[in-house]
Structures are given as C-alpha cells and as structure tokens.
C-alpha cells in the first residue's frame, strides 16, 4: 500500500499569508494525486486533482503542483475561510490511499 | 447539481452486518462515474472502503475485502454499502461519494451518516 506522508501536521499562519503544505508518497504515483479540504463537521471537498489541477468552483488561490513522489498543495493568500484540514490522495497504486492530513490554524 | 445522500441505521451492535444507501439526485446513475464509499473514525483520517460502477463492477479496499459488499440499484439511483462482523474499530462517519474513476478523486460527497457499533 502507497503511504501518503503529509507535513506538517499543523500549521499556523495569518489570514494573507502563504500556505505550503507538502504530500509525499511512499512509492511514486505518478500524477495521479488529489487535495482535500475538510471542515469541522463537514464532508471533504475536492480542491486539486491530477496534482494541479482546480476542481470546477475552486478559487484560483488554490493551486497544486508535483510528480512522482513529492506534491505541494500552495494557497497564495489566506482567507479566513481557509482554516481547515488538508488531505492528500493518490489514485495511482492499490488501494487508493489518503494522508494523515495537515491542519491549517489561525495564528 | 448532483446530491448524494446517506441513510441507515446509526447504531449497529457488535458482529451484526452495517448496512448504507446512498441515493444519488440531479444525475443519471448511467451516464458514467464510479460511486465509492469512504470512512472516517472520531478524529482520524479518511480510509476509502471500495466503489462500484454503475455496470455493477466492484473495486474494494483489500484490508476490507472479505467483510464489503457494495450493490447498485440503477432504477433507484441509489447504490449500498454492507459491512459484516462490524467491531468497535468500524465506528466511524461513512461518506458517499462520486469518483471519476475507480479509485478517485471524489468530487462530490454526501454529508456523512454516523455509525456507532455498541451492544
């Protein structure tokens, strides 16, 4: 199985500032890599597949890039509407597998 | 715009089978896409338990194989979710989902049922 190592597992910043949260995969996945994000008490969202590419509504603050076995998930300007948990999936290897997450905070 | 939507019971006692439907709005269960269940236990990660193409060709999650069944009822637009010999470890918020392939990504999910397995 193709573990997906998510860092940090929480980050702290301000509403304007960058966010880079990184995904690294125990075997290469190609690019077959998608982010979500989810809410207290809510389902998860999809923002990025295909490692870069936005789901239909996502702001284009949103942006995803990497191949192989490194990935990065970069939110350009924070909103407060941002804070959330971030999750990782790979769709290249079986099972399809998820990260720990990584957990945006208001700083 | 495409909803999905769980229901089942929320309680389930231990070695009993678990038993979800999704029912699926706004979009032709025939018209392509895979249809995947995924879980997430209090404070933990999600885990994608298997899914199911409209065809009726299932795909599950090696480490519950042997306990999941995942059924599609076209006409209903609804497809299931069954779970034998459930324990306190199947505790968790069971998420439909619709995936573009067999193993994702899920770009639309229901808003999650919770299940608790208790005598």
């Known amino acids: 199985e193709t573990v997906l190592t998510q860092s940090p597992a929480t980050l702290s910043l301000s509403p304007g500032e960058r966010a880079t949260l990184s995904c690294r995969a125990s075997q290469s996945v190609s690019s077959y890599l998608a982010w979500y994000q989810q809410k207290p008490g809510q389902a998860p969202r999809l923002l990025i597949y295909d490692a870069s590419n936005r789901a239909t509504g996502i702001p284009a603050r949103f942006s995803g890039s990497g191949s192989g076995t490194d990935f990065t998930l970069t939110i350009s300007s924070l909103e407060t509407e941002d804070f959330a948990v971030y999750y990782c999936q790979q769709r290249s290897n079986w099972p399809p597998t998820f990260g720990q997450g990584t957990k945006l905070e208001i700083k | 715009q495409v909803q999905l939507q769980e229901s089942g019971p929320g309680l389930v006692k231990p070695w009993e089978t678990l038993s979800l439907t999704c029912s699926v709005s706004?979009?032709?269960?025939?018209?392509?896409?895979?249809w995947g269940w995924i879980r997430q236990p209090p404070g933990k990660g999600l885990e994608w338990i298997g899914s199911i193409y409209h065809s009726g060709t299932t795909y599950y999650n090696p480490s519950l194989k042997s306990r999941v069944t995942i059924s599609v009822d076209t006409s209903k637009n609804q497809f299931s979710l069954k779970l034998s010999s459930v324990t306190a470890a199947d505790t968790a918020v069971y998420y439909c989902a619709r995936q573009k392939y067999s193993s994702g990504p899920m770009d639309v999910w229901g808003k999650g049922t919770t299940v608790t397995v208790s005598s």
């Open positions: 706004g979009y032709s269960f025939s018209s392509g896409y895979y």
